[in-house]
């Protein structure tokens, strides 16, 4: 027996907010591992780690600047947007408080 598919909605997942949430899911994950592999040092950390927080802020915008523009459109489901806002303002949040730290 063959099932039919209604569709009750004209609502679509945004391309850009699922980058933007990638993009958020990269730059937390990198951050979290930095700090891990820095504290396992003893806060000895090479300029390769500096670089990946460079590289995550880089993301972290990106990935902020697109779940702000698509939380704005219309006839898309909210979800991706917020969680790529929320996974980004995190991650600018994380870095913001470790440079915060060391100055």
């Given at each position: 027996?063959?099932?039919?598919?209604?569709?009750?909605?004209?609502?679509?997942?945004?391309?850009?907010?699922?980058?933007?949430?990638?993009?958020?899911?990269?730059?937390?994950?990198?951050?979290?591992?930095?700090?891990?592999?820095?504290?396992?040092?003893?806060g000895d950390a090479p300029i390769s780690y500096g670089l990946t927080?460079?590289?995550?802020?880089?993301?972290?915008?990106?990935?902020?600047?697109?779940?702000?523009?698509?939380?704005?459109?219309?006839?898309?489901?909210?979800?991706?947007?917020?969680?790529?806002?929320?996974?980004?303002?995190?991650?600018?949040?994380i870095l913001a408080f470790l440079v915060r730290l060391t100055f």
């Amino acid at each position: 027996m063959k099932r039919k598919n209604y569709i009750f909605t004209n609502r679509r997942d945004s391309r850009q907010a699922i980058m933007g949430t990638i993009l958020g899911v990269i730059s937390n994950a990198s951050l979290g591992i930095v700090i891990y592999l820095s504290y396992r040092s003893g806060g000895d950390a090479p300029i390769s780690y500096g670089l990946t927080g460079l590289l995550a802020m880089l993301f972290s915008m990106i990935g902020l600047i697109l779940g702000v523009l698509t939380v704005r459109e219309k006839d898309m489901f909210r979800l991706f947007p917020v969680l790529a806002i929320l996974l980004n303002l995190v991650s600018l949040g994380i870095l913001a408080f470790l440079v915060r730290l060391t100055f």
